[in-house]
């Protein structure tokens, strides 16, 4: 099974030299890439993967610099070829795609005049064979009328459609390899699966060889043919995709792959790896990884291990390993354990899970007929003025009961009004119309000085654990403000003992106390802003994407934490993201969101164990399955969402939705309960409609497939 | 949105606003204590005269009829006399006014002409002794008064050197060579704050740009370095330049006025301040509102040239 190697890198050294020292981004990296593979390179933000795409490219810039190694390419060393010569490579022989594909275009020029200007560097075109070169290539990439969109900016098109124009890019001059930075985690989930399916369709129409970047091991495990996983500026562990998420061999993978939350698991404490990603400055002695390793011993202190094959007994010579003790750890028991507990879910009938907030008693929130219209950033006073009044339809007539203990994930793609509707029931927002009852009060009627007093019920927690501190301020200072406000805790001594103990329920040491937020990782600081929120003794918490800016392996310990705070304090939560793992592990019950309306609503096991509406199949199929062998019939999901400004007439969904019927267009699809405290808005369960006849449709729509066309942008 | 409805609109908000500054000149005057006409002719003449000026001035008239009449006068080219020399305000304008112009141009070309290649040579090579000499200049160029750098150019050009002429005006059509090196010095000491400006501004546009994505993705795609300087940074940083080039028009004709009286430059701005100082109000109002509307149109033609260079503002 020996594939001719197309790159090869060996022993890659890329340092930075900084004020406090040495960081030591890449450590020693060697892999090769072979002919017509999708490579992954896996591992947490600051684990080195960035930085070596980069270094492959030479595109590092001071004070960094590549230190040592060699990248071979059509046998010649890219690190030592002259500049000019290097410049012929990239984009020609190597493209490179990034993260954030609207920031990557130049906003001062069309996408075909960008992507013809690549042409025109590379390949002797004229004017008139690089235009029609360009459109080929957009058409390639599933740009729906490419000759109008050659004239478009960057800033006319969504995201997902920017990452597609890079992507043609970067397909332009026929290159042996494209290295993806990370190409999908700036898109919705639903884009995200469009994007990946093309890199596939690249590599099998094309050959094209591709490096794909990620964090994100769902990804890795729906699209990667073999893996290689970086921590800490070194390469841990290699192999084929499928034994490094179902046998891993490196402790560090293996916590890892149990760190992320999956769909169907049991709503309990997910598993995380101690500790956070050592300091690039001073990296452990020995093995990197054995501060924060379960079977650390004396020899991984000292023994720097080197990633070498597997036992030569073992089935498979392209796994490598970088650990010392991998003959002496069961990792397969390990992993086993976990694959029953998530078997039994999917195999035998799932027992259904008690919810915790679910009582015979009123509920603590009760959101009726909800409205929040903005003004479009686009309009100006003097069109308000004037009276051509657009608005964007955040939230549009939501209800919504939450119940006291209980759990409520808000899920949806970007833009869809989960985060103004937290704000709205948080009470951050003043709804336009409509009402917020809490535990009996109407928050909407109440004066200034009421609701101050209320306030202290309810808090948030934010996705941006950087920006929602204030960088000035001590974290004393941060936790104990709400205090002042709220409680009157008059008495310094008393505020800081409560400080403390704010910060011992959160996992912080007290001498934590006094430091400013700069000084804490990304997952400290999100525990800080927990514990502000806990300070003032909260009933209710609206959390919004509170991890999704964190690493798996530090999620995962958030999550705990949330939990085990909401069982010691009894809180209710609303918990929004866009990650259906998550918010399927942590929420009891689940209401979906389209454009501003709650199309689906209910116990989180019905949502999902089938899904119903056409939209939660669509997001549920997205998501990219942990298994690789899973062949799923998944849905490829049609389109990007409609502008909230003007949404679509009729059910708000029909222009993306698989299952569109000619009722669908105009007349709006009233509520349906569909069992116990399960309500869907779908013209598919309309009362005159019986149950057959939906699942004959069900079954209709799958055995036709989704077209092939259907995989495009309609925007 | 086209950019024929965003020019529209543009447009609509420059009349709003001056509507605006009209309302606030010719409150100024209105605004002084007493009666203007007393004031103007002095507590010693008769009340005939007085009588006889504040017709000349519609000071007898309602004040929304006295409003109505001066902006009818505004706009059919009846600005009134000057009531010190009874010339037609129109003319005096007419005459002083492209001289004030000129001068702004002029120190504006200055200031480009020094804080283009600064500012590129400067972001080109961050903190090397270059950009810290270029850095230097821009902040002695903002520290130091206008009026005093021109004194001092005055003294060691026109005096000790005698290489220029320090004060006084010549037309360019009489003169070319005479009237450059009349304007010169006035010119150099109200451009210097402008290129001193402009060249830090210049400066961290450039450097901004070289650190966006598009730039990096520009240098993965292998363009060559020219190209990458030409097409992604210089094209995008030219952008909020020429913005700030407008503002600083802005500046350079209010100090103008200053300029003016410092080399005796016989422009808009002299007017006005001799205006003020014999209160000469048809000529206060008149040229207050010509100096305001070329404020106004210069601003707009930026903001309209804006939305051609930048495509994103167009909506």
Known sequence: MSKKSILEVRDLHTQFETDSGVVKAVDGVSFSLQQGEIYGLVGESGAGKSVTGRSIMRLIDPPGNITDGTVRFNDENLLTLPMAEVRDIRGNEIAMIFQNAMAALNPGYTIGTQISDVLQRHKDFNDKQARERTIQLLSDVGIPDPEARFDSYPHQLSGGMCQRVVIAMALSCDPDIIIADEPTTALDVTIQAQILELLSDLRDNYGITVLLITHNMGVVASTCDRVGVMYAGEVVEEGPVQDIVAKPRHPYTMGLMQAVPRLNDARERLESIPGDMPNLLKTPNGCSFHPRCPYDAEDCRNVDPSLDPLSPDDRSTERRTACLRTDEIDFDREMAEMATEADGKEGSPKPKIPNRGRTDSDPLIEASNLQKYFDPESQSWLDRLIGEREYVHAVDDVSLDIYEGETLGLVGESGCGKTTLGRVLSHLYEPDAGTVVYAGTDLTELDRRKLKSMRGNIQMIFQDPVSSLNPRKSVYEIISRPLEIHQNIADEVARRERVEELLDSVGLKPEHASRKPHAFSGGQKQRIGIARALAVEPDFIVADEPVSALDVSIQAKIINLLMDLQEEFNLTYVFIAHDLNVVQHIADRIAVMYLGEIIECGDADDIFTPPHHPYTEMLLSSIPPLDPSAETDRIVPRGTPPSPIDPPSGCRFHTRCPRAMEECKSVVPADHQFGEDHTITCHLFDDDRDHAEINALIAEQEAYGVPKDQLVDSD | ?315
């Open chain 2, 1 to 315: 949105m086209g950019w024929i409805t965003y020019s529209v609109r543009r447009l609509l908000i420059s009349v709003f606003v001056l509507f605006v500054a009209s309302i606030l000149i010719f409150s100024i005057v209105r605004l002084i204590p007493g009666d203007p006409a007393r004031v103007f002719l002095g507590p010693t003449a008769d009340q005939e005269a007085v009588d006889t000026l504040r017709v000349q001035l519609d000071l007898h008239l309602p004040i929304y009829e006295q409003y109505l009449n001066w902006i009818a006068g505004v706009l059919t080219g009846n600005w009134g006399n000057s009531l010190i020399n009874d010339i037609p305000v129109f003319d005096l304008v007419l005459i002083r006014f492209p001289r004030s112009i000129q001068l702004a141009i002029f120190s504006l070309i200055i200031g480009v002409i020094i804080s283009l290649p600064l500012g590129l040579l400067a972001a080109l090579q961050p903190n090397s002794g270059r950009d810290y000499a270029a850095l230097f200049f821009s902040q002695f160029g903002m520290s130091v008064p206008s009026f005093w750098l021109g004194i001092i150019l005055m003294l060691v050009f026109g005096r000790y050197l005698g290489v220029l002429p320090a004060s006084g005006y010549v037309s360019p059509m009489e003169d070319p060579v005479a009237a450059v090196s009349h304007m010169i010095m006035p010119a150099f000491a109200l451009g210097t704050i402008n290129a001193a400006v402009l060249t830090r501004f210049l400066r961290s546009e450039i450097l901004e740009q070289r650190g966006k994505e598009y730039v990096l993705t520009a240098r993965a795609f292998g363009h060559y370095k020219g190209t990458i300087l030409r097409k992604y940074v210089l094209k995008n940083a030219l952008i909020p330049y020429m913005t700030n080039l407008g503002i600083q028009f802005g500046w350079v004709l209010g100090g103008v006025v200053i300029i003016e009286v410092v080399f005796s430059y016989p422009g808009l701005g002299r007017l006005v301040l001799d205006g003020l100082l014999n209160r000469d109000y048809p000529v206060i109002q008149m040229g207050l509102l010509v100096l305001i509307s070329t404020y106004v149109l210069v601003n707009l033609v930026v903001d309209l040239t804006y939305s051609v260079l930048n495509p994103k503002i167009r909506y």
